[in-house]
């Protein structure tokens, strides 16, 4: 297996595990907390972007250290990743009048690639130390 299709499939995994993270933690914090449902998906939703960034950045990536280099990038590329969905979902839905399930489902098969390639080529990218001493 080529090197992009093992983080691919890394990234994947990791994914599906944030996104299990996510779902346990709403539920337990609704179930076992009383934690009102909106505040729950908001923490559960940290929960899971910390088991995103971490799980990528340590195995999918196989980064060390330099959290404050990745992170920043991690956190653009997460904010950007919601205003792109947010986007697509508005213009299949409002502009174009179509059916919400397509615009979701639009959004899932696009949006993982988005977020694979600007993690591989941006996020966690091997640091290039002549690009960055020119700027710095």
Do not use: K
């Not at 995994?13 to 944030?18: E, I, K, N, R, S």
């Not at 960034?53 to 990745?70: K, P, S, V």
């Not at 009048?97 to 080529?121: H, K, Q, T």
């Amino acid at each position: 297996m080529s090197n992009v299709m093992f983080q691919a499939a890394r990234f994947g995994a990791v994914g599906l595990a944030a996104t299990v993270t996510h779902v346990l933690a709403v539920v337990a914090m609704v179930e076992l907390a009383a934690v009102p449902v909106l505040t729950a998906n908001f923490g559960a939703f940290l929960i899971a972007v910390l088991v995103t960034y971490l799980g990528n950045h340590r195995w999918t990536f196989e980064c060390e250290g330099a959290h404050a280099r990745y992170f920043p990038r991690f956190v653009a590329i997460a904010a950007l990743s919601l205003a792109l969905g947010q986007m697509i979902v508005w213009v299949i839905t409002q502009r174009a009048g179509g059916d919400y399930r397509i615009a979701v489902a639009v959004v899932a098969l696009i949006m993982p690639a988005f977020g694979f390639a600007a993690s591989r080529f941006f996020v966690f990218a091997p640091r290039n130390d002549f690009a960055e001493s020119a700027h710095g």
